[in-house]
């Protein structure tokens, strides 16, 4: 009982019942910079975010495949998202503090693949009543790539759907990479 009241708690919510309603009315999001633009991934889909490291090129793999890298024993597929989407890297700024660059491991359908990023931006909460649909074309990603897209101060985020990012053929031939 005393979880279910911090739940209430943390929501600002007088019955689980409220509480449950706004959990289920917003979420969060990792975010990251792809050359000019901010996306976003649902965190529930992300296993972890790592400092860029040597990649094995793997023959051949398909245009967006970087390769490999071995992850506590656990070898993990690469993808060059700039390379999907057709989207020119930021280039390396020495000044910054900031986290610059490396990989999001996410899982998809019970598989790991690391997709490239030029810097890790932070985790937001959106609220779903927030994100809007995409234009048909948007910055040379196809619609089918975005889940919505979410109004900023400076401009909007794009919020990835990771489960269409590759058909079954293409994720199946990444999976058989592992």
Do not use: W
Not at 168 to 173: A, G, V, W
């Amino acid at each position: 009982m005393v979880i279910i009241e911090e739940q209430c708690r943390r929501y600002g919510a007088e019955s689980l019942g409220d509480a449950m309603a706004t959990e289920d009315s917003q979420f969060q999001l990792v975010t990251f910079q792809l050359g000019d633009e901010l996306y976003g991934v649902n965190i529930m889909d992300v296993k972890e975010i790592v400092r860029l490291q040597n990649v094995r090129v793997i023959p051949n793999a398909p245009y967006y495949v970087e390769g490999i890298i071995n992850l506590r024993g656990e070898i993990i597929p690469i993808i060059a998202l700039h390379k999907r989407f057709r989207i020119q890297s930021v280039p390396k700024d020495s000044s910054s503090d900031d986290f610059e660059g490396g990989f999001i491991i996410l899982n998809i359908d019970d598989s790991k693949i690391g997709i490239i990023i030029d810097r890790v931006a932070r985790v937001v909460t959106v609220r779903r009543e927030d994100v809007k649909e995409p234009p048909q074309m948007l910055s040379g990603i196809g619609t089918e790539y975005i889940e919505g897209v979410i109004r900023e101060e400076n401009g909007y985020l794009i919020m990835l759907n990771i489960r269409k990012l590759f058909n079954p053929k293409e994720l199946q031939k990444i999976i058989d990479i592992q």
